[in-house]
């Protein structure tokens, strides 16, 4: 909730006219009219080669910003696409993807990540 802070003034018809002034603080609340963005277009990450058994470990970090307040801006973090076979897990709050299993060198993986806002209107966003 944001605030606003006016200033009302209200003056009579006298001569000369009287006039009286209070400040009002209005509330805005906060409409979801916003959905979340990423910072970066697409992300790249270079990863080490991990020996089999690997579980848990954090690669890279993806970013959403999203300018509205409180809940409208809560954002979930889920995998789309590419999950390389169950490799590829994302927090769904930090956006941080962790690996599952282990990775051999040069290979390559794409994943599209989506986020979007946790409150019921706008579970669509990108
Ligand atoms: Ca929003
Ligand atoms: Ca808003």
Not at 7 to 14: E, P, R
Not at 97 to 114: H, R
């Amino acid at each position: 909730m944001r605030s606003v802070c006016l200033q009302v003034t209200v003056s009579d018809n006298g001569t000369p006219p009287l006039s009286s002034t209070t400040r009002v603080v209005v509330s805005v609340s906060d409409e979801n009219d916003n959905a979340p963005a990423f910072t970066e277009r697409s992300y790249r990450a270079r990863i080490p080669e991990m020996p089999p058994g690997t579980y848990d470990v954090p690669l890279f970090r993806v970013l959403a910003h999203d300018p509205d307040v409180g809940a409208n801006a809560d954002i979930d973090y889920s995998i789309k696409t590419g999950r390389g076979n169950g490799r590829f897990k994302i927090h769904p709050k930090t956006g941080v993807i962790t690996s599952q299993k282990d990775f051999e060198a040069d290979t390559q993986y794409d994943l599209t990540v989506g986020a979007a806002v946790t409150s019921a209107y706008s579970s669509s966003g990108q």
